[in-house]
């Protein structure tokens, strides 16, 4: 019984371990990737912008159904918001 709770000691100090060297890298990565967006705002927008003026001409139903996407989406989080502070 002794030898097994002194494995999985060790076993939960490894993963441990472990889980902080994840955390880490993963907050390396989103912060390279969020300098990234702050360095580059502008040219972003104006990408984003160009595929939707070349969505709307070639596809405009596509931009409709997003507009509806994005007013359901809005109606339900108020929706939720509501009931919530009932």
Do not use: F, G, H, W
Not at 1 to 23: G, P, V, W, Y
Not at 54 to 81: C, G, T, V
């Amino acid at each position: 019984m002794d030898i097994e709770t002194e494995e999985l000691k060790k076993r939960i100090i490894e993963l441990e371990n472990e889980n902080e060297k994840l955390k880490k890298s993963l907050e390396n990565y989103n912060n390279s990737r969020k300098s990234y967006y702050e360095k580059n705002k502008e040219t972003i927008k104006e990408k984003a912008l160009a595929r939707l003026k070349k969505l709307s001409e070639e596809n405009p139903e596509k931009i409709k159904e997003y507009s509806k996407r994005a007013y359901q989406k809005k109606k339900e989080k108020i929706n939720k918001n509501v009931s919530e502070s009932l």
